[in-house]
């Protein structure tokens, strides 16, 4: 019974660590910063070393015009593969993408949908999605974990929107419709694309297999 607390006091440590592993890795590759955001075109703000992060570009829909907001029209009710906002990551060495962070807003408060895909697979299927609609707020807080691991060279995220109407404003933004941002307080947060980095299954077991046989060594002396 004494060997096996040992060995249950072993497995919860090597959760704790892998744990702890996982949060000390995890790093903003890139931020986005919407203040001032106009056009079909936001430019990268912050990139980690290491990185090539490229703007974020609209493509097939039409540009919004206020500042501070990232979004546009002619959106379908459902995912057309022409229109997406699309962003591109380059590092010459091994890394992952983790999740996106983000402040969605849309124009109308009828639900809307954001749907993230990538050139890992040809845009073939969906990452992650978010939906939000209120009728109080129509900037909302969103994440998607990617899941993306082991890639090396170029990866594009493109970003597919779904929206009531073709006249609804879709996309990102940390300001409240209708304002311009000029002189509005953010009530949203800027764009951020963020790394997870786990241990691998190899150094887990590892690590597993070292603390079980610190135990067995310690069974044996006392034997």
Same mark, same amino acid.
């Given at each position: 019974m004494k060997l096996l607390r040992i060995l249950r006091v072993s497995v919860v440590a090597t959760t704790m660590a892998i744990g702890s592993a996982s949060v000390a =890795?995890?790093?903003t590759i890139a931020v986005w910063d919407l203040d001032g955001a106009l056009g079909a075109t936001l430019p990268v703000t912050t990139v980690a070393p290491g990185y090539t992060v490229s703007s974020m570009t609209a493509v097939g829909v039409a540009a919004g015009g206020f500042s501070n907001h990232f979004y546009s029209? =002619?959106?379908g009710t459902t995912l057309d593969l022409a229109k997406y906002v699309s962003l591109q990551v380059t590092n010459a060495g091994p890394y992952d993408l983790g999740s996106v962070l983000f402040s969605a807003e849309s124009t109308a408060t009828a639900l809307s949908t954001v749907f993230v895909r990538s050139s890992v697979d040809g845009f073939g299927s969906n990452l992650a999605s978010f939906t939000w609609g209120n009728p109080d707020t129509l900037v909302t807080n969103g994440e998607m974990a990617l899941g993306l691991s082991g890639l090396v060279g170029l990866t594009e995220l493109r970003f597919y929107f779904t929206a009531p109407n073709?006249?609804?404003?879709?996309? /990102?933004? =940390?300001h409240e419709f209708p304002g311009a941002g000029f002189g509005l307080p953010d009530v949203g947060?800027? /764009?951020f694309l963020v790394s997870h980095v786990v241990p691998e299954p190899a150094s887990?077991?590892?690590l597993g297999s070292g603390l079980a046989g610190l135990v067995a060594r310690r069974v044996r002396r006392k034997a």
């Amino acid at each position: 019974m004494k060997l096996l607390r040992i060995l249950r006091v072993s497995v919860v440590a090597t959760t704790m660590a892998i744990g702890s592993a996982s949060v000390a =890795n995890a790093a903003t590759i890139a931020v986005w910063d919407l203040d001032g955001a106009l056009g079909a075109t936001l430019p990268v703000t912050t990139v980690a070393p290491g990185y090539t992060v490229s703007s974020m570009t609209a493509v097939g829909v039409a540009a919004g015009g206020f500042s501070n907001h990232f979004y546009s029209t =002619n959106w379908g009710t459902t995912l057309d593969l022409a229109k997406y906002v699309s962003l591109q990551v380059t590092n010459a060495g091994p890394y992952d993408l983790g999740s996106v962070l983000f402040s969605a807003e849309s124009t109308a408060t009828a639900l809307s949908t954001v749907f993230v895909r990538s050139s890992v697979d040809g845009f073939g299927s969906n990452l992650a999605s978010f939906t939000w609609g209120n009728p109080d707020t129509l900037v909302t807080n969103g994440e998607m974990a990617l899941g993306l691991s082991g890639l090396v060279g170029l990866t594009e995220l493109r970003f597919y929107f779904t929206a009531p109407n073709a006249g609804t404003s879709v996309g /990102f933004a =940390n300001h409240e419709f209708p304002g311009a941002g000029f002189g509005l307080p953010d009530v949203g947060r800027d /764009f951020f694309l963020v790394s997870h980095v786990v241990p691998e299954p190899a150094s887990m077991l590892l690590l597993g297999s070292g603390l079980a046989g610190l135990v067995a060594r310690r069974v044996r002396r006392k034997a």
